[in-house]
């Protein structure tokens, strides 16, 4: 097992391509709350959309503090079939910010184009109106502390 500490610009590349991630808020009284959910980076923030209302939603507006997670190339690896021998491998960012809801349907609407860009990954789509993005949330995050951490095995060479 070998562990690699990504670097700044390693880490926000990771972030930038991937597709899926993990929120974590936590309500005004502490309760912890994960969410998975598809995003996309802009200009160095995570955006994404949503439902109207919702937990997600209440504990932002109560502790606009999160975390963000996105990891890939999961796999547990067993050595010698011994349990103590097992770890995982995987690629993952952290990212520590703030949460805010987006105002203006203009805005609300570009940003969901962004987001549906990314994820049709070059295929064809029919943007997103003003009038759609009015049902709908969208949260910025804004990147407060990033890292990232590659868990590989040594015998294989990292880029």
Known sequence: MAVRWMNDAEAREFLAAGTEGRMATSSAGGQPYITPLNYVCHEGKIYFHCAKTGRKLDH???NPL??????RDVRTAVSNGRP???STRYSSVLVFGRARLVDGEPEKAA???FLVAHLADGKPFQPVTEEQAATCAV???EVEEISGKVNYDPETPQV
């Open 60 to 62: 932002i507006a109560s």
């Open 66 to 71: 999160v975390c963000f997670e996105v990891s």
């Open 84 to 86: 103590c021998d097992c």
């Open 111 to 113: 940003l969901l184009n």
């Open 139 to 141: 949260v910025e995050i």
